[in-house]
């Protein structure tokens, strides 16, 4: 069975770093792009960034870019995203999700994801 | 960037009646070299992750029930649940897939029973 599992839910305060993971199983992690998507309380989904594992290929919104990091330990089979400086307006649930494997490489929809994990900013 | 928008907002139907939701792009998402519609529908129940419902606009992911239905192409797309059950109560999401990374959503339409 493909899954992702997610690290737990984080409390922090502003100016505070944090990394959160996505472990994956059950499929060829290298050969999957895998990334992650934030939702805002109460609001929709927003793509944040992607990463090919094989080639640490990695591909950020504009609107996240400088703001977060990702990356990919192949032999953990685990997707990370980090901050070095948070803010409030970092709080949300983070859903790591790994893209459908088609030849359409990048563009593709995305298949399996995990439980999420909620991130909160406060002083 | 290519925006997309969903409507209705929200939408209240009776057990065993048809869903419709509409989903429009600011560009079109139907990719020349291949003839294919970029466009992606979700479903997310409260508390879980979003689940994958269809893809290419209209290609039904493995174990979804067949009341669920995409159709459209360009710029205007729908989805349909034929026959609405209880546990089909959620909010939708369409996805265009054209412009990667920057695979956006519409806004999302929750659906009620009324």
């Known amino acids: 069975e493909v899954q992702l599992v997610q690290s737990r839910g984080e409390i922090k305060k502003p100016g505070d770093s944090l990394k959160i993971s996505c472990k994956a199983s059950g499929y060829t992690f290298s050969n999957s792009w895998i990334g992650w998507v934030r939702q805002m309380p109460g609001k929709g989904l927003e793509w944040v960034a992607v990463i090919y594992p094989r080639d640490s290929n990695i591909r950020v919104t504009p609107s996240f870019q400088g703001q977060v990091t990702i990356s990919a330990d192949e032999s953990l089979t685990t997707a990370y995203l980090q901050w070095s400086t948070l803010k409030a307006s970092d709080s949300g649930i983070y859903y790591c999700a790994k893209l459908r494997t088609l030849p359409t490489g990048i563009s593709a929809p995305a298949d399996v994801w995990g439980q999420g994990t909620m991130v909160t900013v406060s002083s | 960037d290519i925006v997309m928008t969903q409507s209705p907002n929200s939408l209240a139907v009776s057990l065993g009646e048809r869903a419709t939701i509409n989903c429009k792009s600011s560009q079109s998402l139907l990719h020349y070299s291949n003839n294919y519609n970029y466009l992606a529908w979700y479903q997310q129940k409260p508390g879980q992750p979003p689940k994958l419902l269809i893809y290419?606009?209209?290609t039904r992911e493995s174990g979804v029930p067949d009341r669920f239905s995409g159709s459209g192409s360009g710029t205007d797309f729908t989805l349909t649940i034929s026959s609405l059950q209880a546990e089909d109560v959620a909010v939708y999401y369409c996805q265009q897939y054209y412009s990667a990374p920057m695979n956006t959503f519409g806004q999302g339409t929750k659906l009620e029973i009324k």
């Open positions: 290419w606009a209209s």
